[in-house]
């Protein structure tokens, strides 16, 4: 699963955003199932953070009544992305320009993808397709072409996050799905 968190330059129009190469910045957070142990699902289990799993049994709490993108629901907990987030790195990232995931798939977007994904468990993850009703909802790989995709500096003594270009692994081109063509 993948969250994403959209904000609009505030000196542009929405519809000004959508044409401007940088008018939309969406920071991208992947979500795994964490392991019955409570342990995340791949390399480094012992560092691997664990969020607050209170606030997202908040949020899914509200799925059962949001059937379509027309429904509504009055959110009266406090639940805040802080919160959502847990301790997961934020300095170590990849960014893109890119566009929007969905038509019309607008070249707008300044992608950041977070490398080290937050961690929750299944039964909850499992909630967002079977409320949403949407199941392998994934765009294949689309080719890079002349982009170019930066890295933080991958280094454990970098104070301050380092952009280098890097040659990626073939995971990360999942991950460039939401480049236009
Ligand atoms: C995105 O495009 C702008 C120019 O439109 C460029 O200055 C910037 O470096 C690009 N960023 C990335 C991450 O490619």
């Known amino acids: 699963?993948?969250?994403?968190?959209?904000?609009?330059?505030?000196?542009?129009?929405l519809a000004e955003?959508?044409?401007?190469?940088?008018?939309?910045?969406?920071?991208?957070?992947?979500?795994?199932?964490?392991?019955?142990d409570g342990r995340g699902g791949s390399e480094n289990v012992e560092t691997h953070p664990t969020s607050d799993m209170e606030a997202w049994n908040k949020l899914t709490s509200y799925l059962p009544h949001i059937h379509n993108t027309n429904s509504e629901v009055n959110v009266t907990d406090?639940?805040?992305?802080?919160?959502?987030?847990?301790?997961?790195?934020?300095?170590?990232?990849?960014r893109y320009n890119g566009s929007?995931?969905?038509?019309?798939?607008n070249e707008a977007v300044v992608w950041?993808?977070?490398?080290?994904?937050?961690?929750?468990?299944?039964?909850?993850?499992?909630?967002?397709?079977t409320h949403a009703g949407?199941?392998?909802v994934f765009r294949p790989t689309q080719s890079l072409h002349q982009r170019k995709v930066f890295s933080t500096k991958s280094a454990s003594g970098a104070r301050r996050p380092l952009v280098a270009l890097l040659l990626l692994p073939a995971c990360l081109w999942a991950f460039?799905?939401?480049?236009?063509?």
Do not use: W
Request: aromatic share 6%; proline share 4%; with cysteine.
């Open 78 to 94: 406090g639940i805040s992305i802080d919160d959502l987030l847990g301790d997961v790195n934020r300095a170590e990232y990849f």
């Open 1 to 13: 699963m993948e969250m994403h968190i959209v904000s609009k330059r505030k000196d542009l129009s």
């Open 17 to 36: 955003a959508l044409t401007t190469p940088d008018g939309l910045a969406v920071l991208g957070f992947l979500i795994e199932a964490k392991k019955a």
């Open 134 to 136: 949407h199941h392998n």
């Open 176 to 181: 460039s799905h939401n480049l236009h063509l």
């Open 100 to 105: 929007l995931t969905t038509p019309s798939c």
């Open 112 to 129: 950041t993808i977070f490398k080290e994904s937050v961690k929750m468990d299944q039964t909850l993850m499992k909630m967002f397709p």
